[in-house]
């Protein structure tokens, strides 16, 4: 059973860089699996922030792309996601997930509990 | 980016009653369309993939219909454990979006 958990600072400096890892049990990152996040700011909808497979191809949301860089680990079979010059707006909680794909599908099949990170002086 | 439509933003039903929720995409995504039950501090856990692909351990309850731009997530007798917020989700293209969410609560 894949098991997916978050780590990284609960709290963040405005114009700092947010650094969140996910490490992957019961699954290899080397699959053909795509790895996501994906967050929620408190009371709000879902948003996805950016996905990557184990060679570092990655897509990312435009709204945030030019903040956002994901990588992959083999080694310690995780991944990660730095978000740079956060604001308040970045407050949210972070999941990340694993996406499974079909010839007629696409979708996160296993999550992560989700981490709180507050942008806060 | 596609937009997702959710509707009703909320509803109120009471148990053994069945409810429908809709989810009207910007333009057409194909069947690149999933549901997620969301409960309060936990992750979205999925129920059903491509419009209407039941994920394994999710009650049959749980259905899901639709093509093109319309898709239906409907839920037969709700029990107590269903109420939740439920999303729609779409993978056709990037980015990936979600519906802002529906909602159910008790009667």
């Known amino acids: 059973q894949v098991q997916l958990q978050e780590s990284g600072p609960g709290l963040v400096r405005p114009s700092g860089t947010l650094s969140l890892t996910c490490a992957v049990s019961?699954?290899?990152?080397?699959?053909?699996?795509?790895w996501s996040w994906v967050r929620q700011s408190p009371g709000k909808g879902l948003e996805w922030i950016g996905e990557?497979?184990?060679?570092?191809?990655?897509n990312y949301n435009p709204s945030l792309q030019s903040r956002v860089t994901m990588s992959v680990d083999k080694s310690k079979n995780l991944f990660s996601l730095d978000l740079r010059s956060v604001t308040t707006a970045d407050t949210a909680v972070y999941y990340c997930?694993?996406?499974?794909?079909?010839?007629?599908?696409?979708?996160?099949?296993?999550w992560g509990q989700g981490t709180l990170v507050i942008v806060s002086s | 980016d596609i937009q997702l439509a959710q509707s009703p933003s909320s509803l109120s039903a009471s148990v053994g009653d069945s409810v429908s929720i809709s989810c009207r995409a910007s333009?057409?995504?194909?069947?690149?369309l999933n549901w997620f039950q969301q409960k309060p501090g936990k992750a979205p856990k999925l129920l059903i993939y491509?419009?209407?692909t039941l994920q394994s351990g999710v009650p049959s309850r749980f259905s899901g219909s639709g093509s093109g731009i319309d898709f239906t997530l409907t839920i037969s007798s709700l029990q107590p454990e269903d109420f939740a917020t439920y999303y729609c989700?779409?993978?056709?293209?990037?980015?990936?979006?979600f519906g802002g969410g529906t909602k159910v609560d008790i009667k």
């Open positions: 990557i497979v184990h060679s570092g191809s990655t």
């Open positions: 019961g699954a290899s990152i080397r699959s053909s699996n795509w």
């Open positions: 997930a694993r996406y499974t794909m079909g010839s007629s599908w696409y979708f996160p099949d296993s």
């Open positions: 333009q057409g995504i194909s069947n690149y």
């Open positions: 491509a419009t209407s």
């Open positions: 989700q779409q993978t056709y293209s990037v980015p990936q979006t």
